[in-house]
Structure formats: structure tokens, C-alpha cells
């Protein structure tokens, strides 16, 4: 005869599991609605940036426009999940725990879903938060065309018929934004298209200039803005990179410092 077994899960049901969602996820916007740093883009720039200034205590939400975080740092190039990292950005793959080998000189190649994973996992340890499928739309400003938060919407609404988009933005403030949107260089793009700041798009492929190009442009374009990634090529000019990775990691951290040069202030 057979006999009944005690339940392997507890009894909570589906009324419980969507308030847990709703709850939560309401309770941690409303929280976040005004920060310390807000970030567009979840790509190895704005993840390694993040990482940084959440470590210091600080309060950093990224918003991203794709469900899934990570940018190309996934899939490396031509949809080849090995990414490349040019020396001395390796010891950032080490400091990360990601193994990863000498190919050539001055060359690392490393497994791009084990790199990204670890650099999001990282960024979660030290607390960043996220919102997914988020676009930004606009900048707040303040006096002195100080850049004091983002207008998002949902990613999905840009897709909806024109007819039916009357779906208003909402805004989010902090004492810092940082562009790390890659290419699209988007946070940028709502000041050009207003006029406040010039987009000369980035210039065609030449990796031995661009890392460093891009790392030496990155930090504060204007008050209370500060650009880094592929973003810093867009806006000032510079050749793109290609499938590599370690100006993305590089420039990452020296916007968490040009970021810490205005927080530490107060």
C-alpha cells in the first residue's frame, strides 16, 4: 500500500510568489529613485564602475535597456563567446577570479559567459542595483546645466504603435550620471539633440589607438555627467575598438574615481 510522503516545498502558492515579486521590486525602485549614481548601461564599463563605487558604500543603480545584462561582454566578436583582453587589463581578470590565457603577446583570451559572469556577480556583491528593459528618454538638469538624474521608460514602449505610445516617462535623480551605453552613447545623445554637446560619432577600427584613447577621454563631460566605455569614442571622435575588452574594464574604473572625486566631497 502505498503511503503518502511529507511535501518537498513549502505551501506558498501563486498568490504569494507574485506579491514577493511586486512587493519587492516596488519597495527597491521607490528606494532607488534617488541615488548616489546612476548608471545607463550594464556593459563591462558600467558593471566595472558600478562595482567600484558601490564598494564604497556608495548608492549606484544601472539601468539597461535589454533584458540581460553584460552588453557584448557575452559573446565577444562575430558572435564568438571568447572575448579578448589586452595587457595590463588582465590583472582585472584576475582580481575577478576569470581564467584566462596568454594567446600572444601582451594578449589574454578568456571564456566571455565566465568573464561576465563574474564581473556581474561582483557588481551585485557590492551591491549595485538593476532595472532591466529601461531606456533612457531624457537628462534632468539643474542650474548650470548640471546633469542631476535620467527620464527612463520601459525598453518595450519604443516597439508599440505609434497610435497607442502615450506612455509618459518617469524620472529618476542622483548626484551622478554616468553614460556607459557603448556606441548609441545615448545619455549623450539627449544633450546633442538639443544642442548642448556635439557627437562626432566614432571613427573607424584601429585597436592599438583606441584603448587608450579611450581611457585617457574618459571622465566628466559636463557637471555631473561623466562618460566611459565605447561612449567616450562616440563623443569625442575616436577610433572604435572592436572585440576587445580591456579599455571597457579600464575605463570603468577611472569613472568610478572621477565619480568618488565628486562624492567624496559631499
Not at 27 to 56: H, N, T, W
Not at 92 to 113: F, I, M, Q, R, W
Not at 209 to 227: F, M, N, Q
Amino acid at each position: 500500500m502505498a503511503t503518502e510522503t511529507a511535501p518537498l516545498f513549502s505551501k506558498a502558492g501563486e498568490k504569494d510568489v507574485t506579491r514577493a515579486i511586486v512587493g519587492e521590486f516596488a519597495r527597491q525602485f521607490e528606494e532607488y529613485v534617488e541615488s548616489d549614481v546612476l548608471i545607463a548601461g550594464a556593459g563591462p564599463s558600467g558593471l566595472m564602475c558600478g562595482k567600484l563605487l558601490a564598494e564604497r558604500d556608495y548608492k549606484v543603480l544601472i539601468v539597461e535597456r535589454n533584458n540581460y545584462l553584460g552588453g557584448g561582454f557575452w559573446i565577444g566578436g562575430y558572435l564568438m563567446n571568447k572575448v579578448t583582453v589586452r595587457e595590463p587589463a588582465d590583472k582585472v581578470l584576475d582580481e575577478l577570479g576569470v581564467p584566462h590565457k596568454k594567446v600572444s603577446e601582451g594578449l589574454h583570451v578568456a571564456d566571455g559567459p565566465h568573464a561576465c559572469s563574474k564581473l556581474i556577480a561582483a557588481a551585485c556583491d557590492a551591491g549595485v542595483k538593476f532595472a532591466n528593459l529601461t531606456t533612457v528618454d531624457d537628462v534632468v538638469l539643474r542650474e548650470g546645466g548640471r546633469v542631476a538624474g535620467l527620464v527612463i521608460n520601459w525598453t518595450p514602449v519604443r516597439s508599440m504603435p505609434r497610435e497607442i505610445t502615450c506612455v509618459d516617462p518617469i524620472a529618476l535623480e542622483s548626484r551622478v550620471v554616468v553614460d556607459a551605453t557603448g556606441h548609441d552613447a545615448s545619455v549623450c545623445r539627449t544633450l546633442a539633440d538639443r544642442g548642448l554637446l556635439e557627437l562626432p560619432g566614432c571613427a573607424p577600427m584601429w585597436v592599438e589607438r583606441s584603448e587608450d584613447a579611450v581611457v585617457e577621454h574618459t571622465g566628466e563631460i559636463r557637471p555631473g555627467l561623466i562618460v566611459i566605455g565605447m561612449a567616450v569614442s562616440t563623443v569625442f571622435g575616436l577610433p572604435r575598438m572592436g572585440p576587445t575588452f580591456g579599455a571597457m574594464l579600464l575605463s570603468g574604473q577611472r569613472g568610478a574615481q572621477a565619480a568618488l572625486a565628486q562624492l567624496d566631497q559631499g
